[in-house]
């Protein structure tokens, strides 16, 4: 998983102001049972920054996504694969943009089905409608959920909750993770640089911003 540090950073770099309003991102998606899902978790992140990825400077980034890639990922026989990465390139005419996959650009060796033993935490499936329309990351509230907790790759457990269960599921994990030094020492960070937001605000964005982390506690 990204570690403490790297959470607490990326988390100062979202409080600065006009980051912090970022636009809804567009997801991963998933196929899990030959069923594909959008998937509100980004497992590839943390291989990334583990090596250093930098973006390609011909790649199209929009404020829609702001990681600059799409993957596909696949559970099969309870491992987490990925199945593709598409970046987005300027085609031939003005305004024109293609999809290219740099899947054995990031793993030469493995070209289809590669087994994401970097990431361990939570995956988080929508399901059904929107219920709660937010225009940020991946806040907005829908019907029900699936959650798949992941470590090193191997799929662990696999639950399938409703919107109420899901909300009571997060509040029990939040409650544990802010039990941690990784917490304390989160909201003193943020304490500091999140010049007039309440302490109940940068809760708030706390339980947002670490879903991933303390779901996977």
Request: glycine share 6%.
């Amino acid at each position: 998983p990204i570690s403490s540090s790297a959470h607490v950073r990326i988390v100062g770099e979202l409080m600065l102001p006009g980051v912090a309003c970022a636009t809804a991102q567009v997801p991963d998606t998933i196929r899990i049972d030959g069923e594909e899902h959008d998937l509100n978790t980004n497992p590839l992140s943390a291989h990334l920054e583990s090596v250093g990825w930098k973006r390609p400077e011909n790649i199209v980034i929009s404020s829609a996504n702001w990681r600059g890639y799409v993957a596909s990922w696949e559970v099969k026989n309870e491992q987490l694969l990925l199945i593709d990465v598409t970046v987005l390139v300027g085609g031939a005419d003005r305004g024109d943009y293609v999809k290219k996959s740099i899947l054995t650009e990031l793993f030469p060796s493995s070209p289809t089905g590669v087994l994401a033993n970097w990431y361990s935490g939570a995956l988080i499936v929508p399901q059904g409608e929107i219920t709660n329309y937010v225009h940020m990351g991946y806040d907005s509230s829908y019907e029900s959920y699936q959650v798949l907790r992941v470590d090193a790759g191997r799929v662990t457990e696999h639950l399938r909750l409703s919107s109420d269960e899901f909300e009571q599921y997060k509040d029990e994990k939040f409650e544990q993770f802010s039990a941690t030094d990784e917490f304390r020492e989160s909201l003193d960070r943020l304490r500091k640089e999140a010049d007039g937001m309440t302490e109940e605000q940068i809760i708030g964005f706390m339980k947002s911003f670490f879903t991933e982390r303390y779901l996977s506690l």
